[in-house]
C-alpha cells in the first residue's frame, strides 16, 4: 500500500476525502464533548454523506438530511428535509429543542 497512514473515504461520486488515519468527524466530536463534559448519548449530529456515517454512529441521535445518502439514511435515527428546505430547522422543531 503506497499510504498506509492515509484513509480514502468517497462520499460523492466524484469526490474523496483523504484523511490521515487519526483524523474523522467522530473523532472531533468526540474531543468537543470531552471538552464540555457531555456524553455521547447526550449529543445529536447532522449529515449528508457517506463521510458522516461514523459522527452520527458515534452521537446518541443521528440525523440525516433528506438529501443525504442512502447508506447514511439507513443509519440515521431521523430522516429531516433536504438542505435547501431548512431541515436542520425542521429537525429541531419536529424534537422540540426550539
Do not use: C
Not at 462520499?11 to 468527524?25: G, R, T
Not at 458515534?58 to 430522516?79: P, T
Amino acid at each position: 500500500m503506497q499510504f498506509p497512514d492515509l484513509i480514502f473515504q468517497r462520499w460523492h461520486p466524484h469526490i474523496v476525502n483523504v484523511l490521515h488515519e487519526d483524523v474523522s468527524k467522530s473523532i472531533a466530536v468526540k474531543k468537543v464533548l470531552q471538552y464540555f463534559d457531555i456524553d455521547s448519548s447526550e449529543a445529536l449530529a447532522f449529515g449528508d454523506g457517506d463521510n458522516d456515517i461514523d459522527m452520527l454512529a458515534m452521537v446518541g441521535y443521528g440525523i440525516s438530511m433528506g438529501n443525504g445518502s442512502n447508506k447514511l439514511k439507513n443509519i440515521a435515527d431521523f430522516i429531516t428535509k433536504k438542505s435547501n428546505e431548512d431541515g436542520i430547522e425542521f429537525a429541531l422543531k419536529s424534537l422540540q429543542l426550539i
